[in-house]
């Protein structure tokens, strides 16, 4: 089935079974950036902590040193 095919069977659904198929497709791809992105996204956010908590020991250090 062509592109232009699904279109054209798209039109002809009631407006209820449109929604119904934009929430399928809208689910599908939440899934997609979910296991593309989302793997990425939470390794970022670890590396991202680990360098604040590395920053917020150098802090301390310095600040008890000067003291």
């Not at 069977?9 to 899934?31: C, G, H, N």
């Not at 593309?36 to 902590?49: C, K, M, N, R, W």
Request: glycine share 2%.
């Amino acid at each position: 089935m062509t592109l232009e095919e699904i279109k054209t069977a798209v039109r002809d659904l009631s407006a209820d079974e449109r929604r119904r198929l934009a929430v399928f497709i809208l689910d599908l791809e939440k899934d997609h950036l979910k296991n593309t992105l989302g793997p990425q996204i939470s390794e970022d956010l670890q590396a991202l902590s680990r360098v604040l908590q590395d920053a917020a020991e150098k802090i301390k250090r310095t600040v008890k040193g000067s003291f």
